[in-house]
């Protein structure tokens, strides 16, 4: 998203230059520069992070009920040459987070159940929720306390699939783990379906500070606009869907 | 570091354009835009990743012996909300590693020592070796099995540091846990330091083929050049003398 709004800006510079407007085109190149310098360096990134993740900085007190879910709402996935479809680099945080939740519930001696939310959204070759599942289990998650969702696949989805596995395991406490920065978003869709969560955060994306610009800091602003997008049509969905709105209109018949 | 040579080429493309010198300015901003594409769609970082990674693409079957070490790599630390030092997002990968290859370890009823390698590089106030080992411990490491290097602050320093505390043990099979993108140059550090390591790695960096830049392949071309740097430095010093001997006295 980024990088679409300098690509419009430097382009902009360079008619603005055929034109024969040299000002203006000297406008756009100095506002291009000006705006990788203000997210690379680490501000606009500060920003937009800040407020958003801030509800999820701190983790909840664990005080468990004698029966738990614990979803992990998975990550991306990978697909290395010559090895099985693995856990994407933003995924591993969300599998240490839930195994040390489901430590801390067993050495409280209560019963949890960790449910694996995602579907193959990846093309990795295999439904997200069985190979964050084997991560699990590697690091020692009984079999018998995992239950798999490998439909969804997307987040609204994840807590749209997630009714009936939960009615399933009829846990009296919901615990919903992953990323602060994807926490409200996902907090949401499962508010939506009605499903009382209490968000325990993985990780606390950070921007780094920097003199000169850094490509970090870009994708961290790319990955947070995703969120502020994300969760701007999950609010239109919510509207669309809420109670007593009129059914769908079905599909016209020519289409 | 990308996006560094980017800005200078657009800047001198658009000031030699103002002094006239049209063809050259012309050159600079053609280069600019070929750099941006070549990385922003994924070449370029698939390029440096495959060579980087694909040595260490499978994880290697391991034969245990009697005396394993498990090597993990500290990759930061940030103080959360309140107050106590954890792992950053990339730490996460290798530490599940080396947990999984412990376990695997214990199970085959061999001596098992996990090593964590990591000072206060971040300025959190607290080493990175004591804060990962206090997650391996809660998820069910024995203390006793833990050797803690708190040291360190980049990875010249882990290999500089580890080497001893190895040696001690008389580890008979080192497993270097660490980013597939960060193996090559780890085990060339250990391997001067007088270590043989059996690299494990820990994660995968996938580019983003697009036809439409995307920031990510920026971030994932200045981790891959930094390794590349790293390594380069390595051999040109080595060829300078300047490396540190491991044989030299006063050094582990």
Same mark, same amino acid.
């Given at each position: %998203?980024?990088?679409?709004?300098?690509?419009?800006?430097?382009?902009?510079?360079?008619?603005?230059?055929?034109?024969?407007?040299?000002?203006?085109?000297?406008?756009?190149?100095?506002?291009?520069?000006?705006?990788?310098?203000?997210?690379?360096?680490?501000?606009?990134?500060?920003?937009?992070?800040?407020?958003?993740?801030?509800?999820?900085?701190?983790?909840?007190?664990?005080?468990?009920?004698?029966?738990?879910?614990?979803?992990?709402?998975?990550?991306?996935?990978?697909?290395?040459?010559?090895?099985?479809?693995?856990?994407?680099?933003?995924?591993?945080?969300?599998?240490?987070?839930?195994?040390?939740?489901?430590?801390?519930?067993?050495?409280?001696?209560?019963?949890?159940?960790?449910?694996?939310?995602?579907?193959?959204?990846?093309?990795?070759?295999?439904?997200?929720?069985?190979?964050?599942?084997?991560?699990?289990?590697?690091?020692?998650?009984?079999?018998?306390? %995992?239950?798999?969702?490998?439909?969804?696949?997307t987040t609204w989805q994840n807590a749209e699939f997630a009714r009936a596995p939960l009615a399933r395991i009829g846990a009296r406490r919901v615990w919903l783990v992953s990323s602060a920065l994807h926490l409200r978003r996902a907090e949401f869709a499962f508010r939506h379906f009605g499903i009382?969560?209490?968000?325990?955060?993985?990780?606390?994306?950070?921007?780094?500070?920097?003199?000169?610009?850094?490509?970090?800091?870009?994708?961290?602003?790319?990955?947070?606009?995703?969120?502020?997008?994300?969760?701007?049509?999950?609010?239109?969905?919510?509207?669309?869907?809420?109670?007593?709105?009129?059914?769908?209109?079905?599909?016209?018949?020519?289409? | 570091?990308?996006?560094?040579?980017?800005?200078?080429?657009?800047?001198?493309?658009?000031?030699?354009?103002?002094?006239?010198?049209?063809?050259?300015?012309?050159?600079?901003?053609?280069?600019?835009?070929?750099?941006?594409?070549?990385?922003?769609?994924?070449?370029?970082?698939?390029?440096?990743?495959?060579?980087?990674?694909?040595?260490?693409?499978?994880?290697?079957?391991?034969?245990?012996?009697?005396?394993?070490?498990?090597?993990?790599?500290?990759?930061?630390?940030?103080?959360?909300?309140?107050?106590?030092?954890?792992?950053?997002?990339?730490?996460?990968?290798?530490?599940?590693?080396?947990?999984?290859?412990?376990?695997?370890?214990?199970?085959?009823?061999?001596?098992?020592?996990?090593?964590?390698?990591?000072?206060?590089?971040?300025?959190?106030?607290?080493?990175?070796?004591?804060?990962?080992?206090?997650?391996?411990?809660?998820?069910?490491?024995?203390?006793?099995?833990?050797?803690?290097?708190?040291?360190?602050?980049?990875?010249w320093q882990n290999a500089r540091f580890s080497a001893p505390l190895l040696h001690d043990y008389g580890a008979q099979r080192v497993l270097l846990v660490s980013s597939a993108t960060h193996l090559r140059r780890a085990s060339l550090y250990f391997a001067h330091f007088g270590i043989a390591t059996?690299?494990?790695?820990?994660?995968?960096?996938?580019e983003r083929m697009d036809w439409w830049p995307q920031s990510w392949n920026f971030a994932v071309t200045d981790l891959a050049l930094h390794e590349y740097v790293g390594v380069a430095r390595y051999h040109v010093y080595n060829a300078l003398g300047w490396n540190m001997q491991a044989t030299e006295?006063?050094?582990?």
């Amino acid at each position: %998203m980024i990088l679409s709004l300098l690509i419009a800006l430097l382009a902009c510079a360079w008619l603005a230059g055929r034109a024969g407007w040299h000002r203006l085109r000297l406008a756009g190149v100095v506002s291009a520069v000006a705006v990788v310098f203000a997210i690379g360096c680490g501000p606009v990134p500060y920003l937009l992070l800040g407020g958003w993740q801030a509800p999820y900085a701190q983790r909840p007190a664990l005080d468990w009920a004698p029966s738990n879910a614990i979803v992990l709402l998975t990550a991306n996935a990978n697909n290395p040459p010559g090895d099985e479809p693995e856990p994407g680099p933003g995924g591993y945080v969300r599998v240490a987070e839930t195994m040390s939740l489901y430590n801390a519930c067993r050495a409280a001696g209560m019963h949890c159940t960790v449910l694996v939310s995602g579907g193959d959204a990846y093309a990795a070759g295999e439904p997200l929720a069985r190979v964050y599942g084997k991560a699990l289990a590697r690091l020692g998650l009984p079999a018998d306390d %995992m239950v798999l969702e490998s439909r969804s696949r997307t987040t609204w989805q994840n807590a749209e699939f997630a009714r009936a596995p939960l009615a399933r395991i009829g846990a009296r406490r919901v615990w919903l783990v992953s990323s602060a920065l994807h926490l409200r978003r996902a907090e949401f869709a499962f508010r939506h379906f009605g499903i009382a969560v209490t968000p325990v955060r993985a990780d606390y994306a950070r921007n780094a500070w920097s003199l000169l610009p850094q490509a970090g800091n870009l994708s961290l602003t790319d990955h947070a606009l995703h969120e502020y997008a994300g969760m701007a049509l999950y609010r239109w969905y919510a509207w669309r869907h809420r109670a007593g709105a009129p059914p769908e209109a079905p599909a016209s018949p020519a289409g | 570091m990308s996006l560094d040579v980017l800005i200078v080429l657009v800047l001198l493309g658009v000031a030699m354009r103002a002094l006239k010198w049209r063809r050259t300015g012309g050159v600079a901003l053609g280069l600019a835009v070929l750099l941006f594409l070549a990385t922003g769609c994924g070449l370029l970082p698939a390029w440096l990743l495959r060579s980087l990674q694909g040595p260490y693409a499978r994880r290697p079957a391991i034969a245990w012996a009697p005396r394993n070490a498990i090597v993990l790599l500290g990759a930061g630390a940030q103080r959360a909300a309140d107050g106590t030092v954890e792992p950053g997002e990339p730490a996460h990968s290798r530490i599940n590693e080396a947990l999984a290859l412990y376990r695997e370890c214990k199970a085959s009823g061999m001596g098992c020592r996990l090593e964590v390698s990591g000072g206060d590089a971040r300025h959190t106030g607290e080493p990175e070796a004591t804060v990962y080992a206090a997650v391996l411990e809660r998820m069910g490491v024995a203390a006793a099995d833990l050797l803690l290097e708190p040291r360190s602050m980049n990875t010249w320093q882990n290999a500089r540091f580890s080497a001893p505390l190895l040696h001690d043990y008389g580890a008979q099979r080192v497993l270097l846990v660490s980013s597939a993108t960060h193996l090559r140059r780890a085990s060339l550090y250990f391997a001067h330091f007088g270590i043989a390591t059996t690299p494990v790695r820990s994660d995968w960096l996938k580019e983003r083929m697009d036809w439409w830049p995307q920031s990510w392949n920026f971030a994932v071309t200045d981790l891959a050049l930094h390794e590349y740097v790293g390594v380069a430095r390595y051999h040109v010093y080595n060829a300078l003398g300047w490396n540190m001997q491991a044989t030299e006295p006063g050094a582990p």
